[in-house]
């Protein structure tokens, strides 16, 4: 099969389109034949040697969709020849096959395109587990999704909006304002306004938004503790570097600041929030958004893509 492969750690120019033996399933695995993988920062980061212990050569990529191919013993969740989504990988999915367990396989519903089961697993398990599990984000607050156009923001807008909250989203273009809109966000602010701070503060009257999902907290935490409501929650999901704040604003506002990462989640906040997306998957009140999809051969354009200002949607690999 053909496969990108990581041999040293550096830019985008280290991923490889290689050919490579496909892998067996083993006990309780399943072999899935990859039509769409999809792409997020986070793959930018590992292929860096930065971003957690990884062993050289790889493939990289967690998120995932296509055909059960094959399985092990033992496995009776799911059959050979359906279209499946995954919750992560056993190997990358930057590959036209990879295996996984039989646990992170779920049916994919028949109105949704590979390439959006693609886009759910790392996109939507980060909103879940900040919004919901984090901020306890309850019906009638306001939520503000700073770089709402991307994947993340996209899935946070549509959790939020069916939750029942006053959603306000920014981006850095009006194709990203425009979709903001289109999910259920009441508000779209441009974020590279030096004004938009002020439009966040008279959209919401001047009390203050309630829960802040942020994904530039090096750039934006400081204004947003001067954002937030009495008693408002802000969720970090995104840094790229410092920033210096002064905790008197959080603690005048009696706020919090959690930090996030998805693969820190407990064992039961996993399982929460596979069924809760799966649920909303179901009933179409969570709809993933893809902006382009790209060849696995141009995996390195994907990669630039992805970092580049002004996200629209996902970005999916197509073998």
Excluded at 128 to 137: D, E, M, P, T, W
Excluded at 169 to 183: F, N, R, V
Excluded at 184 to 212: R, Y
């Amino acid at each position: 099969m053909k496969a990108i492969i990581v041999k040293e750690f550096g830019g985008p120019e280290v991923m490889k389109l290689e050919e490579i033996k496909t892998p067996e399933p083993g006990n309780g695995q399943v072999l899935v034949r990859i039509h769409a993988a999809g792409v997020n920062p986070v793959d930018v980061y590992r292929n860096t040697g930065n971003y957690g212990k990884i062993s050289l050569p790889f493939t990289p990529g967690a998120d995932g969709a296509g055909i059960v191919e094959k399985t092990g013993s033992d496995v009776s969740s799911i059959a050979v020849g359906e279209r499946v989504y995954l919750w992560g990988a056993l190997t990358g999915t930057y590959a036209e096959y990879a295996l996984a367990s039989q646990n992170d396989v779920f049916v994919l519903p028949e109105y949704m395109s590979f390439s959006q089961g693609a886009a759910v697993n790392i996109p939507y398990g980060t909103a879940y587990h900040a919004l919901i599990q984090k901020a306890c984000a309850r019906p009638g607050e306001t939520l503000l999704v700073h770089g709402a156009s991307g994947g993340v923001g996209i899935a946070a807008i549509q959790m939020g909006v069916s939750l029942g909250m006053k959603v306000i989203g920014t981006a850095g273009s009006q194709k990203g304002l425009d979709l903001i809109l289109s999910q259920g966000a009441k508000h779209a602010l441009n974020h590279t306004s030096v004004d938009h701070f002020n439009e966040i503060m008279e959209a919401t009257k001047g009390k203050g938004v309630d829960v802040i999902l942020e994904m530039l907290a090096n750039v934006n935490l400081a204004s947003d503790m001067n954002a937030i409501a009495i008693r408002g929650r802000i969720v970090v999901i995104g840094s790229r570097g410092e920033i210096n704040v002064n905790p008197r604003d959080l603690m005048s506002k009696s706020g919090a600041i959690f930090g996030v990462m998805k693969n820190l989640a407990s064992e039961n906040e996993t399982k929460e929030f596979r069924y809760g997306v799966q649920a909303g998957l179901e009933n179409k009140t969570l709809r993933p958004v893809i902006g382009k999809e790209i060849p696995l051969a141009d995996a390195k354009l994907a990669h630039e893509e992805i970092m580049k200002p002004g996200s629209y949607g996902k970005i999916t690999l197509i073998p």
